[in-house]
């Protein structure tokens, strides 16, 4: 049996990661869908096991905050934050957890320590990952993908600009904070509403008020121009 670990998805199913999928016969979640309808086409694809995450909404109050299940003679036990872990939990083959976005896989005793990072929008430089657990007659083996790594430099300069900035791309931010212009908000609540760099939100404020009627997109290609020059 072939099992796709992924995590911290937020609302992002990358190609990569569903050609992946189709060669798996289950999926297990760790937490940070984000969306129903996402977690709706995970459940249409293969067998899945999902725990809810911090930034799961209330569409997922039925979804629990651990699982403990068997596949292939292998217990997991499953969790989104490691350090909610209950005590008393009871011992598993593999303890699977995510939150942090960064891949983890050890061996502590008899468990398998194992946190497949985060392979949906990619937060600052960190590496975009997921894991492939190959599992027979109680065994198991471990395969670390790396969608994104952490020292990939063959991103377009745009892509680098929509990076994940605090859990949610630049693209986002920016809209939002037009919005908020909009409403007469100042820099310094848009900056704490949505947990902002203040020097970020003064930075698209400023460019929308000096190019009146500049889009969010333009707001972005302008940033991207200013970043050039000063390298």
């Known amino acids: 049996m072939r099992a796709a670990v992924i995590s911290d998805t937020h609302n992002l199913l990358r190609q990569e990661v569903s050609d992946l999928i189709e060669t798996c016969d289950v999926i297990l979640h760790a937490g940070d869908v984000n969306t129903q309808k996402l977690a709706e086409q995970l459940e249409k694809r293969k067998p899945l096991y999902m ?25 997991f036990y499953m969790i989104h934050n490691r350090r909610e872990i209950p005590e008393g939990r ?23 320590w194992l946190n497949p990072g985060s392979c949906g929008k990619r937060r600052f430089t960190l590496p975009v990952t997921m894991a492939v657990l190959e599992l027979h007659n109680g065994g198991i083996e471990v395969e670390r993908i790396d969608l994104i790594p952490a ?69 972005l290609d302008k940033m991207e121009a200013n970043a050039a020059i000063k390298k």
Not at 64 to 73: A, I, Y
Not at 155 to 178: H, T
């Open 51 to 75: 725990v809810r995450g911090n930034n799961d909404g209330e569409w997922a109050a039925g979804v629990p905050e651990t699982l403990s299940f068997e596949l292939e003679g292998v217990s």
């Open 90 to 112: 009871g011992n598993a083959d593999v303890v699977i957890y995510g939150h942090t976005h960064n891949y983890s896989c050890r061996q502590e005793e008899n468990t398998l």
């Open 151 to 219: 020292d990939c430099k063959d991103r377009s300069k745009k892509e680098a600009v929509l990076e994940d900035l605090y859990g949610m791309d630049r693209a986002v931010a920016v809209k939002r904070i037009v919005k908020g212009m909009d409403r007469g908000e100042t820099i310094r609540v848009m900056a704490e509403k949505w947990r902002l760099p203040e020097k970020f939100v003064e930075q698209v404020c400023r460019i929308r008020v000096t190019h009146p009627g500049v889009t969010a997109a333009g707001i």
